[in-house]
């Protein structure tokens, strides 16, 4: 996948959002302002799942397999898979280049909204039928990132 962000995407990306979200929780508050700007970037959350959607296997699973391969290919995480099928997708990110970028900020919980919120965004984006569990993340100081992805079988009767 071509469009996959690299990590100087990632980057870039935080210093421009790191000092405007400050800003405005200092102006807004905190919940105000985490509220918009997770409002504001669900919008290009998006349009990343309605990317996926292109994507050549006709499964949304498989779309979204391909996808997080993608991003591994670019550096930008290590996935292990645990479960790949058309109604189940289970695999654990063990490193993530955002994590490890935003911890070192000491940002975490900045990043866990730039980063980690938007899959809620994504996700229906691909396909509306996806339901998507993460009981943990690296961003939160988990020891791996958890995703569970289910997807009912398509009813082929007419």
Not at 24 to 37: H, P
Not at 138 to 147: R, S, V
Request: aromatic share 6%; hydrophobic share 40%.
């Amino acid at each position: 996948m071509d469009d996959v962000p690299g990590f100087e995407h990632i980057k870039a990306q935080a210093a421009v959002l790191v000092p405007l979200f400050k800003l405005l929780r200092q102006e807004l508050g905190t919940e105000r302002a985490n509220d918009l700007v997770v409002r504001g970037l669900s919008e290009w959350a998006r349009s990343v799942g309605k990317l996926l959607r292109q994507l050549p296997p006709e499964a949304p699973l498989a779309k979204l397999k391909l996808g997080i391969e993608g991003l591994d290919a670019a550096g930008m995480q290590e996935t292990q898979f645990l479960q790949s099928s058309a109604t189940r997708l289970d695999y654990n990110v063990r490193r993530c280049r955002a994590a490890e970028l935003y911890r070192s900020l000491g940002l975490e919980e900045l990043g866990y909204l730039l980063v980690c919120k938007l899959d809620d965004s994504i996700m229906p984006a691909l396909d509306e039928k996806i339901s998507f569990v993460r009981d943990q993340t690296l961003m939160q100081g988990a020891p791996y990132c958890t995703f569970r992805f289910t997807r009912p079988k398509d009813d082929t009767r007419d």
